[in-house]
């Protein structure tokens, strides 16, 4: 069974920029989590769909990050314009139960403001 | 506000030797405490968790040992092997059913174990 995917695992981009990351969750999963892990520090919730709907949106920064799960099965995260205390680890995860300790994390995406 | 604080940042070991990595709390709430293991180029797997109606959970080589009066929990790894190189979270929440949002995450510790 794949596991959860994320694209890409790096990217560069400069200030003022858009970037949009991606992620697939495994098959069958209705959760679905954002988290940021900037350098050094602790991993940060975003944002949980359930399904195509945002449950629970309380982490995301500011209205310079958007996120979408259409059709409640992969979910892009758009950063536009990307500024450089953005950079950081994006990790994505997946669960088919409510309980997030039974979630599973996609690899991550590197993301560097330049 | 940092809720877990996490130390050592950083933790260098020879094989066959103890790793501990250590975690504070402030929120007496919380009563779930999971560990996460993360690979290089991997994402972030749970490990080991307890709760705090025991003072130790042993899984193998690993051992979580909670002190709810200091509101201190660490992770210990036993004979400690170059497999084990990896960062590792410690979390803290409130139960094991808690909202994704309501985890609250350390800052990490990178392990090195030295052949």
């Known amino acids: 069974e794949a596991g959860v995917t994320q694209f890409p695992s790096h990217s560069v981009i400069e200030k003022g920029q858009t970037v949009t990351l991606r992620c697939d969750p495994i098959s069958g999963h209705d959760n679905l989590y954002w988290y940021r892990r900037v350098m050094g520090k602790e991993i940060k919730f975003l944002l949980h769909f359930v399904k195509e709907s945002k449950q629970d949106e309380s982490g995301m920064p500011n209205n310079r990050f958007l996120a979408e799960r259409t059709g409640g099965t992969y979910s892009t995260l758009k950063v536009q314009p990307a500024e450089l205390e953005d950079s950081g680890v994006y990790f994505c995860?997946?669960?088919?139960?409510?309980?997030?300790?039974?979630?599973?994390f996609g690899q991550g995406t590197r993301l560097t403001v330049v | 506000q940092q809720q877990v604080k996490q130390s050592p940042q950083s933790l260098i070991v020879q094989k066959g030797g103890i790793s501990i990595i250590n975690c504070a709390y402030e929120n007496t709430a919380f009563d779930y405490f999971p560990w996460y293991q993360q690979f290089p180029g991997k994402g972030p797997a749970l490990l080991i968790a307890?709760?705090?109606?025991?003072s130790e959970k042993k899984e193998g080589r690993f051992t979580i040992s909670f002190n709810k009066s200091a509101k201190q929990f660490s992770l210990h790894i036993m004979d400690s092997q170059p497999g084990d190189s990896a960062t590792y979270f410690c979390?803290?929440?409130?139960?094991?059913?808690?909202?994704?949002?309501?985890?609250?995450f350390g800052s990490g510790t990178r392990l090195s174990i030295r052949p």
């Open positions: 307890i709760r705090p109606d025991v």
């Open positions: 995860a997946s669960s088919q139960g409510l309980g997030f300790t039974e979630a599973f």
């Open positions: 979390a803290a929440s409130r139960g094991p059913y808690s909202s994704a949002s309501k985890i609250i």
